[in-house]
């Protein structure tokens, strides 16, 4: 059956157009006269059936219908383009892998650890985004993701990778002298906050006997990243996973001013599609990944806890 799509260079002529809120700029950047691309709209236009912009006297915008397809095909258009500068690169060999990973870990964890995989797997290119929720393979062209959370995800398989420890940290110049001896002190420094971990601050101190702390004041944070630079900038206390805030840890520029720890229920995940099935390439990764993960999850259990601060 023939697909219903209008033809490629319509389509750039509209992203163009609609990128630059003109036909004549349009046409510049796409080497084209004017007319050629009125015409490449004029046609898309007679396609679809829809208006695709407004035209008063010599200056354009885009409907609202145009408006939403813009944003769609600039999508389609950049995956189009990403898919063929790729197979072209490689010449059509499976070597490129496409990951989507949660934010932080991707920056703090995985990152840092990629000069090994490429060191002994140099004929892999591995391309990384960030995502935070769960997607359709199907949808995306996405090898494989990284996740934190349940190991269920539809239409694919889920390895575990290691947990999270979260723990409070804060510039040591937030610190009071005589430091926080409890749960209690803790709470009369300002408090930061994830906003996808609304119940983290109720749970840690909860769990430090003093459930009755009001806790809902203070900043939120979208990513991890975000709230351990807030902690460095002394904003307050934040809640992190240990193993992303390390480098600050030890380097002392962040501290942890009360040890206490929460261990979440949730874990870290690769998610690997059902179908099809997963490439070589994407096979190496995986076993790389596991053997990374291992390797923290031995040296995380064999770190001594940080002492408390000692009182003065």
Request: one cysteine or more.
């Amino acid at each position: 059956m023939r697909r219903r799509i209008p033809g490629l260079e319509a389509l750039v002529a509209f992203e163009a157009a609609a990128r630059h809120q003109s036909f004549t700029r349009a046409a510049v950047a796409l080497s084209l006269t004017q007319s050629a691309v009125c015409k490449q709209i004029a046609a898309l236009e007679d396609y679809l059936g829809v208006a695709l912009f407004h035209r008063v006297k010599k200056r354009i915008s885009l409907t609202e219908a145009g408006a939403l397809y813009a944003r769609q095909i600039g999508e389609d258009l950049d995956r189009l383009e990403r898919h063929t500068a790729a197979l072209m690169t490689h010449r059509g060999e499976r070597n490129v892998l496409e990951l989507a990973a949660v934010p932080t870990f991707a920056t703090r964890w995985l990152i840092p650890r990629l000069g090994g995989f490429k060191a002994s797997h140099p004929d892999i290119t591995l391309n990384l985004t960030t995502r935070s929720q769960p997607f359709i393979f199907t949808d995306t062209g996405f090898d494989a993701a990284i996740h934190f959370g349940a190991p269920q995800w539809p239409g694919a398989s889920t390895v575990a990778l290691f947990g999270e420890e979260v723990i409070p940290v804060c510039s040591p110049r937030l610190l009071p002298p005589a430091g926080c001896t409890s749960a209690a002190a803790l709470a009369r420094l300002p408090l930061l906050h994830h906003a996808g971990r609304h119940d983290a601050w109720p749970r840690w101190f909860e769990q430090a006997g003093a459930a009755e702390v009001d806790v809902t004041a203070g900043p939120r944070f979208e990513l991890f990243s975000m709230l351990i630079e807030a902690a460095l900038a002394s904003l307050g206390v934040a809640l992190v996973p240990r193993f992303l805030a390390q480098r600050e840890l030890a380097t002392g520029e962040l501290v942890v001013p009360f040890e206490l720890s929460l261990h979440s229920a949730e874990a870290y995940y690769l998610v690997i599609p059902d179908t099809p099935g997963p490439s070589a390439a994407l096979r190496r990764f995986a076993d790389w990944l596991k053997h990374e993960a291992a390797v923290y999850r031995d040296g995380s259990a064999a770190a001594p806890a940080a002492p408390r601060p000692r009182q003065a």
